[in-house]
């Protein structure tokens, strides 16, 4: 290696590793010079018929960002010629103008082609002294100019890699966010299929448990009746009491079922107002505490500020009843149950991926345990009715559904959220409410006697349970006329001489309901009172129904107890 290659070697080390053509141009410029001890050097970059000067040195500054025509140049007659150019005095050779040169230093130029197999620059050096390069001068340059071509080449090439790189990047980049979004929308799909299913198996599941109950009721009112009026036959000590007591037990057992799968069901006789939930929470704290015994805490936030919600008293505490108990029995060796309600507001994306879910303002419930939590199959089935995963006699599985028909009732939400040994959270979410907080309940009237002289017109489709209740109103005094349907109970209206006291009229009848009936008696008998009864209310009956109307309401099964309180408590209202 002669001595003078050596700089060469690091200059073309450095050449190939430079990534852009700014720093080849960086490179090339200082090496020229120092690889030949010139004044000066300078890069000519071609593009396409022009080519321009790119350093910043004593002559550049003169032409720099000016452009040149390839063929009214000296770099551009050696790029084009792939020659060198070798001008001893600037002054006295007509290949370049002088005047261009007078204002700078330069006396003699080389100038070299870069030109692998075309033009692509060139190198030029400059002298302040007149000057003819040595033939190995002339050699550095050149071989100079042949890295500075490998080195050009690779920048390009480096270039177009770059590019297809960031192409096949982007590529898949757009790839992956398409897979993303299709994965995204599947789940979704997945999830508000899901949502629909168990929305309609729920759905089919509280119609029959709907039907039964409403049967029931009418089986259950006689049950209860004849096993209280014959007890009430038979003398103190009568060893057939104790066991007429038990069927009554019974039937009060499943008059209780009744109502909780006529909840589930959603056909509940519901008497919502606008509560404070808070309120209702706080009132039930001190049995919540007894309930759940002394290992677990009980935690209860609940904001003053929070809305309020349109909905049946009886039916929250019922809510909060079977989550508290739940959440009792999910913590057998003690923990924490926190009850907490707050403002939310659904936006249209969430009600979007929430099937049934319409955006809006709702006041949250939640209840929260650190007990067992659920796996995902046992949470899928929790709101079924009949679902228990607890030892027999330990559960009904109707604690849940009770709980979904009543929220489903009040136009709510609820979800629930469960990691198997970290705990369970159920949210129900309840519309809110603006308006008046409903003033305490008017107490009912005290009654003293369950007897009566005065004329009922009773109403019954249902062929036992006319028999019961006439039977129950005869035996305490009352005189009772007894009508199938509308149609008959207004012929009697009319045709009977003498005032009628009160209606009792079953609220769910074929042709015309009990509130039909009483609106059309209104006016042939204006001080005739009005008692409904019924076990069961469905949407219709609630819309134009008995709560609006303001009539009062005797729940079936009836007892004689129940149904001579409530006869002489409208009675004697004034
Ligand atoms: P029951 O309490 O009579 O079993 P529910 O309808 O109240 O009926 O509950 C159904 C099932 O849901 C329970 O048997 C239990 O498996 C599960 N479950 C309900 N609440 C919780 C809870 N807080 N933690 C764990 N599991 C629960
Ligand atoms: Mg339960």
Not at 471 to 496: D, H, M, P, S
Request: hydrophobic content about 40%.
């Amino acid at each position: 290696m002669s001595p003078s290659a050596e700089p060469l070697v690091a200059v073309i080390q450095a050449l190939s590793r430079a990534r852009t053509l700014a720093e080849v141009q960086e490179i090339v410029r200082h090496a020229a010079r120092a690889l030949t001890g010139a004044d000066g050097a300078t890069f000519v970059q071609r593009d396409g018929d022009q080519c321009f000067y790119v350093d910043e040195d004593a002559v550049a500054p003169l032409w720099k960002g000016k452009r040149f025509p390839m063929n009214a140049c000296i770099s551009g007659w050696s790029m084009l010629n792939g020659k060198v150019a070798v001008i001893e005095d600037i002054y006295a050779d007509a290949r370049v103008p002088a005047e261009a040169y007078r204002p700078t230093f330069v006396k003699s130029l080389a100038m070299v082609p870069i030109r692998p197999s075309a033009p692509m620059g060139a190198i030029g050096n400059y002298w302040a002294q007149r000057h003819l390069p040595t033939e190995s001068e002339l050699n550095l340059l050149q071989a100079l100019a042949d890295s500075t071509s490998t080195a050009m080449e690779n920048v390009a090439l480096y270039a177009e890699l770059e590019a297809r790189v960031k192409d096949r990047t982007d590529a898949l980049a757009m790839a992956k966010r398409s897979l993303d979004e299709r994965e995204t929308a599947k789940k979704e799909l997945e999830q508000t299929e899901h949502q629909l299913r168990q929305s309609q198996k729920m759905e089919a599941v509280g119609q029959l448990a709907g039907g039964i109950a409403h049967d029931f009721n009418n089986a259950l009112t006689v049950i209860l009746s004849f096993s209280s009026l014959a007890a009430g036959h038979l003398k103190v000590g009568d060893p057939l009491r104790d066991d007429l007591n038990e069927i009554r037990k019974a039937g009060e057992r499943a008059a209780a079922l009744t109502q909780q799968l006529l909840a589930f069901s959603r056909k509940q006789m519901m008497n919502p107002k606008v509560l404070e939930l808070g309120k209702v929470i706080r009132g039930m704290e001190n049995m919540l505490r007894r309930l759940i015994g002394e290992d677990i805490s009980l935690v209860v936030v609940t904001p003053p500020q929070v809305a309020a919600v349109f909905a049946d008293i009886g039916q929250l505490e019922q809510v909060l009843m079977n989550l508290a108990l739940n959440a009792r029995d999910a913590m057998p060796q003690g923990g924490k149950l926190t009850i907490e309600t707050a403002d939310v507001r659904f936006d249209g994306e969430y009600a979007g991926t929430h099937l049934g879910v319409d955006a809006g303002d709702y006041v949250m419930l939640a209840v929260s345990d650190t007990g067992s939590g659920m796996d995902k199959e046992t949470q899928l089935r929790i709101f079924e009715p009949f679902f228990t995963t607890k030892a027999k006699g330990k559960g009904t599985g109707l604690g849940l559904s009770t709980v979904y028909g009543i929220v489903k009732q009040s136009n709510g939400h609820i979800w629930v959220y469960s990691e198997l040994g970290k705990g369970t959270t159920f949210k129900v979410y309840l519309p809110r409410r603006a308006g008046t907080l409903a003033m305490t309940e008017s107490k009912p009237l005290e009654v003293r006697r369950l007897s009566g002289t005065e004329t009922i017109l009773l109403v019954e489709d249902d062929e036992q349970v006319r028999a019961v209740a006439k039977g129950i109103l005869k035996a305490n005094g009352y005189n009772v006329l007894v009508a199938r349907n509308g149609g008959e109970a207004l012929l009697t209206c009319e045709q009977f001489p003498k005032p009628i006291h009160l209606l009792l009229t079953d609220v769910v009848m074929p042709q015309m309901s009990g509130v039909q009936l009483a609106k059309r008696l209104a006016g042939l008998r204006p001080d005739m009172k009005v008692l409904c009864m019924s076990g069961y209310t469905d949407e219709a009956v609630l819309r134009h129904g008995v709560v609006d109307s303001g009539l009062a309401f005797v729940q079936k099964p009836l007892t004689p107890e129940g149904l001579l309180l409530k006869v002489r408590q409208v009675l004697e209202r004034g």
